[in-house]
Nanobody, 131 residues
Framework: QVRLAESGGGSVQPGGSLSLSCAAS????????MGWYRQAPGKEREGVAY??????IGYADFVKGRFTISKDKKNTLFLQMNSLKPEDTAMYYC??????????????????????????WGQGTQVTVSS
């Protein structure tokens, strides 16, 4: 059974940092497209970053230079978030897709793909950036 579990969210002041984790069970990251998404109240879910089965990485423009996606050999996905802004406030989710082709298009919802094309989702972790 595939399960994703995010952790590491919290409240931080603007300019601060948080590190999110996503622990996986039932599969190995090396075989999947993995993505971080976020959804703010009243807004659609949007892709933040991805790492594919070959290790290729991509970021949304609004987090480039501030966020870093990575994974370890223990089946944990990470999102290091630096220089946080109030507009980064959202629920953050990790998601996985198998066999993981077109990873960037899936995570960034390039037509015809959308969030619904990711196979598995975690429950989310809240990130709040406020002074």
């Amino acid at each position: 059974q595939v399960r994703l579990a995010e952790s590491g969210g919290g409240s931080v002041q603007p300019g601060g940092s948080l590190s999110l984790s996503c622990a996986a069970s039932g599969f190995t990251y090396s075989s999947a497209c993995m993505g971080w998404y976020r959804q703010a109240p009243g807004k659609e879910r949007e892709g933040v970053a991805y790492i594919d089965s070959d290790g290729r990485i991509g970021y949304a423009d609004f987090v480039k230079g501030r966020f870093t996606i990575s994974k370890d050999k223990k089946n944990t996905l990470f999102l290091q978030m630096n220089s946080l802004k109030p507009e980064d406030t959202a629920m953050y989710y990790c998601a996985a897709d198998f066999p993981g082709g077109q990873c960037g298009a899936r995570v960034f919802s390039v037509a015809p793909y959308g969030p619904e094309d990711m196979d598995y989702w975690g429950q989310g972790t809240q990130v709040t950036v406020s002074s």
